[in-house]
């Protein structure tokens, strides 16, 4: 039987400290970027073609597309239809199409062909949410935010940080309880563990470091509480 557990306010500060140590400890405190890139807009166009997909696949895309389209200018004036199908095998791709040729047009028109650092700015882009935002804010220009993906989401509330289903809300929450120079690191350390460990279908709990901390470890109590 898993092992449910409520953190009081109290304890959470405790609790969160524990959290960081334990990632920190096992996921390294490595900047890493899962999205391939050499600049701020290639980041920005395979952080809209990650909606929906892995960043392995958005990788094998860029990789030519990357080659194919050489700049801004290249994205804004692409064929709607041609870059629909160079983009086809990530999803979504009519909509992340259109998108990625609309925001590439406000870059040059609005921000002189340059990506902007502010949270307002970036989200006035087509197609480009808090998440995306972030992404760019903390890997470009090592502006501390929390990018709350399914991952983070996810495990967040089964390590008891957050009851919310709502990003935004959840961002907020994360950013109050972690220490600020966490924000960027939770989210690396958390798209790792949920990929490696704490997978949605099927959690690892019996190789999780998190175990003996996480309210919604699916181990039984007593090996839980047996366990060194």
């Not at 997978?199 to 366990?227: F, G, N, W």
């Amino acid at each position: 039987m898993a092992r449910k557990k409520r953190i009081t306010k109290k304890e959470m500060k405790a609790h969160v400290d524990a959290i960081v140590r334990i990632l920190n400890e096992t996921y390294t405190t490595e900047y890493k970027c899962y999205l391939n890139h050499e600049n701020a807009w290639q980041l920005l166009i395979a952080t809209m073609l990650s909606a929906q997909c892995t960043d392995a696949r958005v990788n094998q895309v860029t990789e030519k597309l990357f080659q194919k389209y050489r700049s801004i200018e290249d994205f804004a004036n692409a064929d709607l239809k041609e870059l629909e199908r160079d983009i086809y095998s990530t999803g979504f791709y009519k909509n992340k199409a259109k998108n990625i040729i609309g925001c590439c047009r406000k870059l040059l028109t609005k921000f002189h062909g340059e990506v902007p650092s502010s949270i307002e700015e970036l989200t006035s882009l087509d197609g480009v949410g808090r998440k995306t935002a972030n992404v760019i804010r903390g890997n470009i220009f090592h502006e501390p935010s929390v990018v709350v993906d399914t991952h983070v989401k996810r495990i967040s509330k089964k390590l008891g940080l957050t009851k919310s289903d709502d990003p935004v809300k959840i961002e907020q929450e994360l950013m109050a309880l972690l220490p600020k120079e966490q924000w960027i690191l939770y989210n690396i350390q958390i798209i790792t563990h949920g990929r490696q460990v704490c997978v949605a279908r099927h959690p690892k709990c019996d190789i999780c470091t998190l175990k003996e901390i996480c309210p919604s470890c699916e181990l039984p109590i007593e090996e839980k509480s047996t366990e060194k």
